[in-house]
Every structure is written in structure tokens, then in C-alpha cells.
């Protein structure tokens, strides 16, 4: 894949994430770790 097309496929998946019910569970429990 070319790098534009690897960056596509990125943003929808992190889209995908965060829309899903697990996106919020993880929130509540990853605190600032990876996400600061």
C-alpha cells in the first residue's frame, strides 16, 4: 500500500474504534497511559 492509502485505511479504523462500545471501556480504564 502506498503511504496515502495506508493513512486512509488508518483514520477509518481509529473512526471504527472509537464509535464501538469498547472504545468507551477502554477509556475508563487505560486512564492517561496510552492515551495522555
Known amino acids: 500500500m502506498r503511504g ?3 493513512e ?3 483514520l477509518e479504523a481509529i473512526e ?3 464509535a ?3 472504545a468507551a471501556a477502554w477509556d475508563k480504564t ?3 497511559g496510552l492515551n495522555a
Open 8 to 10: 486512509a485505511a488508518y
Open 30 to 32: 487505560s486512564g492517561d
Open 4 to 6: 496515502s492509502q495506508l
Open 16 to 18: 471504527e474504534w472509537e
Open 20 to 22: 464501538s462500545p469498547d
